[in-house]
């Protein structure tokens, strides 16, 4: 089976950096993905981590360890509208997708 | 571009009643699926399309069913309406079926099944 660990919920300042985790154990590894969802909207694409390694787009970067089964997904300078889930989604194989079940960060002023 | 768009935005529906969620893309993608969101689960894969004319199991099938009969619709069935089903149903889409592309989801359709 397919196991995807995030935190429910998190909470950060505006500018400030929040850090998302996310732990995966799964039958077969071919990526891992990075997903926003805006409340009552649909997810839009982050981020794909196949390689050990941070990789950087902006004021988000999300950085990929095969060997713990381990991703995470790094906000710097906050700003209001970054308030969202984040989806941590592995793809173990074609067609495959397993979601977590998201991060909901809320940005305060 | 329009993208992916889904029908209806959202829907109350009686048990026992059947009923299609529409889809469609003007993408020209290979690659269709159906995925439900329930609060502390995730998305949650129900049904796939590799390319028009065939279709897949995903992690959750039962109770629903899909065609392709071509490259922009993929519609899902539910043919007789559970209350379990209440759920937020999402469209998306990829260029090819393989385990690296990007998914491209629609804007989702609110089922609450009474």
Not at chain 1, 42 to 48: G, I, N
Not at chain 1, 53 to 77: M, Q, V
Not at chain 2, 94 to 107: K, L, N, V
Request: proline content about 3%; aromatic content about 10%.
């Amino acid at each position: 089976g397919q196991n995807i660990d995030q935190p429910t919920e998190m909470t950060a300042t505006e500018g400030a950096i929040v850090q998302i985790n996310c732990t995966y154990q799964t039958s077969g590894f071919n990526g891992l993905f990075w997903y926003q969802q805006h409340a009552g909207e649909a997810p839009t694409f982050l981020s794909y981590n196949v390689l050990d390694g941070l990789e950087e787009k902006g004021r988000f970067s999300s950085f990929l360890s095969r060997s713990k089964g381990y991703s995470y997904l790094l906000l710097k300078e906050l700003q209001m509208k970054d308030s969202a889930s984040y989806l941590c989604a592995v793809s173990s194989g074609d067609y495959k997708l397993s979601f977590g079940a998201g991060t909901t960060v809320t940005v305060r002023a | 571009t329009a993208g992916i768009t889904q029908a209806p935005t959202s829907q109350i529906l009686a048990a026992g009643r059947s009923m299609t969620l529409r889809c469609t893309q003007d993408m020209r993608h290979n690659a269709m699926y159906w995925y439900r969101q329930d609060l502390g689960l995730g998305l949650r894969l129900i049904h796939y399309s590799n390319t028009a004319g065939t279709t897949g199991k995903g992690e959750v099938p039962d109770g629903y069913s899909v065609s392709r009969a071509n490259t922009d619709d993929f519609p899902l069935t539910l043919a007789s309406a559970v209350p379990s089903q209440t759920s937020v149903y999402f469209c998306a889409s990829s260029d090819g079926a393989g385990a690296q592309e990007t998914q491209y989801f629609g804007p989702g359709t609110r089922l609450l099944v009474l």
